[in-house]
């Protein structure tokens, strides 16, 4: 043991009994005793206290124990020391260690991908939904179990889903003990199993409160027009939190031109120039600002329409219109007179001469048909001779 001696013959000594014992679901007390041999007359004793795993944390101390929240599964180790103050003077002993061993349980049996949403309720209560996926290595009969503690409270799941091999994989409290209206608390979540084939690793998972909170959606949304100004006023989630503790992503739709837009907000009214030809579609959500962690953004509002599509030209819309009428009055008068047939009745076909007489060369005729414009006149000349000769022969 290396003891510090200084020029006025102090000596500092580590502290003893250094213990580390599991006192709730994922916490650590820290427990050590002054060194007796250590003097203590016109001094000040501290204590530096080292967390080297699960997360890295030093501090100091001039108590002789200490609380820490850690997720225990992986194990917990610590060192202390002693922390001797005189004037400007600052000297230091070594280092007492203890760990805690991970918990017991076979390899890839643990639970994967935990995660967990609160929301506020309408009566100011705190609802949990927890959901994770079974370890890769975890038999086929394994149940898992899950617990919740928030400060001094801890409570086991009695509402579980179930996947396909009935192992319990989503867990529901519609009311919990958490406080609404505290500001970044600790949740902490541990799961242990059973199974006949393997022994189950616990798993355990801190949650700041605030930011895994689904924020409720903003309530009483009224938009309307005031010339060319589009105005819109919400209030604030169900929360404990005051109005200025939010902020708010405001969804502009416009049905005419396509056109999106989301803009950020901070307060609970807006004003915005818009386009008042164009008919627009608004929704409204919500999160955490100021007043602590963000959480997960709040649903949609539900949608409100507001304005109307209108051509920017009315003389163009009113002759358009117009076109369209004619075509279509047309259109179904052509169909209504083909129904009845009418255009046969109005305009009935015009009927063919019937010849009497066999053509008595019908052969010459088609070849005449080819010739130049000369031939056919003279052959037609002699066809009519022909042709009054057959008559006269016919009087007599």
């Not at 041999?37 to 016109?42: G, L, S, T």
């Not at 052509?334 to 007489?357: D, Q």
Request: hydrophobic share 35%; with cysteine; proline share 6%.
């Amino acid at each position: 043991m290396n003891i510090f001696v200084f020029s006025f013959t102090v000596q500092v000594f580590p502290p003893v009994n250094l213990t580390l014992t599991v006192s709730a679901l994922a916490q650590v007390l820290l427990h050590w005793k002054p060194n007796p041999n250590q003097e203590q007359k016109n001094y000040t004793i501290r204590y530096d206290v080292k967390i080297l795993s699960p997360v890295p944390e030093e501090y100091d101390t001039k108590k002789t124990h200490s609380i820490r929240t850690a997720a225990l599964h992986n194990g917990f180790s610590a060192h202390v020391r002693t922390l001797l103050l005189h004037d400007d003077l600052q000297m230091r002993s070594d280092w007492v260690k203890e760990k805690i061993p991970p918990l017991p349980g076979a390899p890839e049996t643990s639970v994967t991908n935990l995660s967990c949403v609160t929301r506020i309720t309408i009566s100011s209560t705190v609802s949990l939904h927890c959901t994770w996926l079974p370890g890769q290595g975890a038999p086929e009969d394994t149940k898992y179990f899950l617990f919740y503690r928030y400060e001094i409270y801890t409570e086991e799941c009695q509402d579980y889903i179930k996947d396909k091999w009935n192992r319990n994989t989503e867990c529901r409290f519609s009311v919990t003990h958490i406080d609404p209206e505290e500001v970044d608390n600790l949740i902490v979540i541990h799961i242990n199993g059973s199974s006949n084939y393997a022994a189950i690793k616990p798993f355990q998972q801190l949650f700041n409160q605030n930011a895994i909170e689904k924020v409720n959606v903003p309530r009483n949304v009224t938009v309307f027009l005031e010339q060319n100004d589009l105005l819109a006023t919400w209030e604030k989630p169900i929360s404990p939190f005051p109005k200025e503790c939010f902020e708010y992503e405001f969804y502009l739709f416009n049905l005419k031109s396509g056109n999106k837009q989301i803009l950020k907000i901070s307060s609970n009214d807006f004003r915005l120039r818009i386009d008042v030809t164009s008919r627009y579609s608004i929704q409204i959500r919500a999160n955490h600002h100021i007043c602590c962690t963000r959480g997960f953004w709040s649903d949609w509002s539900e949608i409100i329409y507001v304005g109307q599509n209108k051509l920017e030209n009315p003389v163009a819309w009113i002759l358009a219109v117009l076109c369209v009428s004619t075509c279509c009055t047309f259109l179904l008068i052509a169909i209504i007179c083909k129904i009845n047939h009418v255009w046969s009745k109005l305009f009935p076909p015009i009927p063919s001469p019937s010849n009497k007489f066999r053509d008595p060369f019908p052969n010459d005729y088609e070849r005449a048909r080819t010739c130049t414009s000369e031939t056919e006149t003279e052959f037609g000349s002699f066809a009519e001779d022909l042709y009054c000769s057959a008559l006269d022969d016919s009087v007599f």
